[in-house]
């Protein structure tokens, strides 16, 4: 299973980025999948995840009413659009598959992919 995040990139406070998990060597469509965040020197933070059939959506209050996460089950892929970004956002952003645990949302996953940077400028 292979998870690739794409979209990351420099942008000016206030801007957006969609950043995108496109899912190969595994079907997307019955996993839970969520994105997480990581700063250096800091514990990975979980930032939003989205049922598989995308009835629930789940997110950290600091991206609330910013952030939205969506999927395309017929393209295996998930994406995170951020808008209003602000320069606390800055982070190697991570895309997660297949849910483990009591909590549908997280934050333990099965797979993960690598990262893409997403650095936000004041």
């Known amino acids: 299973v292979q998870l690739q995040a794409s979209g990351g990139g420099l942008v000016q406070a206030g801007g957006s980025l969609r950043l995108s998990c496109a899912a190969s060597?595994?079907?997307?469509?019955?996993?839970?999948t969520g994105w997480f965040r990581q700063t250096p020197g800091k514990e990975r933070q979980f930032v939003a995840a989205?049922?598989?059939?995308?009835?629930?959506?789940y997110y950290t209050d600091s991206v609330k009413g910013r952030f939205t996460i969506s999927r395309d089950n017929a393209k295996n892929t998930v994406y995170l659009q951020m808008n209003s970004l602000i320069p606390e956002d800055t982070a190697v952003y991570y895309c997660?598959?297949?849910?483990?645990?009591?909590?549908?949302?997280?934050?333990?996953?099965?797979?993960w992919g690598q990262g893409t940077l997403v650095t936000v400028s004041s």
């Open positions: 060597g595994r079907s997307l469509s019955n996993d839970n």
């Open positions: 997660a598959a297949k849910s483990l645990g009591s909590s549908w949302w997280g934050p333990n996953y099965a797979y």
């Open positions: 989205i049922k598989w059939n995308s009835e629930n959506t």
